[in-house]
Each structure stands twice: as structure tokens, then as C-alpha cells.
């Protein structure tokens, strides 16, 4: 985000409710969350664990559907859509990028990049140019030969980081980035991944108790009693 607040709205979600049935008692997570993200923001989702912060990136991303309320990203209303149409989307609009990396560990580094593209069926000579020329903006492109337990923590975060870019998608989800990873590493993979997106014009929102990787982004929410509450940068 430059010169200014971003101006294109990315994602609206309205009134969203979230419960879950747990033995003979309903748990409910989200009453009524709203918000909007716009293109080049990056934004951190802080909280206790349990207050709905992973469960409001599922509802974002459509993997979960909400029992109430609508969620648009990129004008695409996912509400209204089917689970396969909702799987469909997320392969073009979104990246994830997981605390546990979810990296095969049966494929190389360079065939881990190229697996969004694949199950796109959109591996072309330009996505592969794009996939190696992501693992050299990550400093890895000497590793695209090697398998993920060869890497260490930050290597393979950096790789998910390439991978969640690759198919160039509008909305990057990262659910406690930096979790398994020291302070210091943790600050370079977030570095890396802000550059990144903000250079794709790309809008990221972070799940993370982490107040160094809050800091990073340009926004604070909390979820507060089911609902998102914008927070001050200052002191965080």
C-alpha cells in the first residue's frame, strides 16, 4: 500500500455467525463478524486461542461455510456458491500459508511450487519461469532439486511463502506463519512475505499471537465476543 489508503475493495464479509456442536452443547465463535479488506493491505487477526480467528480465515476462504452472513472476495459472492465452485475459486483467488508449511514430502521444492498450478492444469513455461523465479526472490533456487526434510524450518516456510504466490492470486491467508519458527527467523520469513505480496499488489490478513509479526502489518482486528474489532498499531 502506498501514497494513501488502498481504494479497491477485495473482501467484504457481513454479519457472519459461526457454532459448533461439541458432544451435547453448542459453541459459539463468531456473532455478527463483519469487515472489509482492501487491495495492498496487510492486515494481522490477533487473539486468545479459541476466540475464532482460524475459524473466520476458513469462512473468508470458503473452505468452511457460515451459518449466517455473506463473504465476498474479488466480487465473488462465496456464500452463494457450491463447495466444489467455493474449491474451484480458492484455486485461482487465494494462497494459504500454514505454521506447518504443508509441504509434500514426497515432491521436490520445485514441484511442491508448481502443485497449485497443476491442479489448475495451468503448468505452462511461464508458470515454471515464475515458480523459479519466486524461489530466487526467496534465496532458494540452488534447493529446487531438494526434497522439504532436507530444508530447515525457515527454508520451507519461504518455500510455502513462493507457493502461495505462485498462481498469482489477489488474497494471501496466513494462519500463524512464524509458530514453529524463532523470533529472528520468523521477522525475515514476515519481511519476505510482506515484500512480496505488497509487490503483487496482493492483500494479505495473518492469524498470529505474535506481536513482532502484528507490528509488520498495516492493520490490527481482534475478534472480541464473535465480532472483529479494529486495534491500535500503537503498543501492540
Keep these: 500500500m502506498q501514497d494513501g489508503q488502498p481504494s479497491t475493495l477485495l473482501v467484504r464479509f457481513r454479519n457472519l455467525h459461526r457454532s459448533y456442536l461439541e458432544g ?9 463478524a463483519s469487515g472489509d479488506l482492501r487491495a ?3 492486515v494481522a487477526l490477533v487473539g486468545p486461542s479459541g476466540s475464532g480467528k482460524s475459524t473466520l480465515l476458513n469462512l473468508l476462504s470458503g473452505i468452511d461455510p457460515a451459518d449466517e452472513g455473506e463473504v465476498e472476495v474479488a ?3 462465496l456464500h452463494a456458491l457450491s463447495e466444489r465452485d467455493r474449491t474451484l475459486f480458492r484455486r485461482r483467488g487465494i494462497g494459504f500459508v500454514f505454521q506447518s508449511y504443508n509441504l509434500l514430502p514426497t515432491l521436490t521444492v520445485e514441484e511442491n511450487l508448481l502443485l497449485p498450478l497443476e491442479l489448475r492444469g495451468a503448468v505452462t513455461g511461464a508458470g515454471r ?11 532458494l533456487v540452488h534447493r529446487k532439486e531438494s526434497y522439504p526434510d532436507r530444508l530447515s524450518g525457515g527454508e520451507r516456510q519461504r518455500v510455502a511463502v513462493a507457493r502461495a504466490l505462485v498462481h498469482e492470486p489477489p488474497l494471501i491467508l496466513a494462519d500463524e506463519p512464524t509458530g514453529n519458527l524463532d523470533v529472528e527467523t520468523g521477522g525475515r520469513v514476515m519481511d519476505l512475505l510482506n515484500s512480496l505480496v505488497q509487490e503483487r ?4 490478513l495473518t492469524v498470529t ?3 513482532e509479526v502484528a507490528r509488520r502489518a498495516t492493520r490490527i482486528w481482534a475478534i472480541q465476543r464473535g465480532v472483529v474489532v479494529e486495534q491500535p498499531r500503537e503498543g501492540c
Design 209 to 211: 499471537h505474535s506481536p
Design 40 to 42: 495492498g493491505e496487510s
Design 201 to 204: 499488489g496482493a492483500t494479505l
Design 75 to 77: 466480487g465473488v459472492p
Design 24 to 32: 451435547d452443547r453448542t459453541h459459539i465463535v463468531l456473532q455478527g
Design 129 to 139: 519461469d515464475l515458480a523459479l523465479s519466486l524461489l530466487d526472490q526467496v534465496g
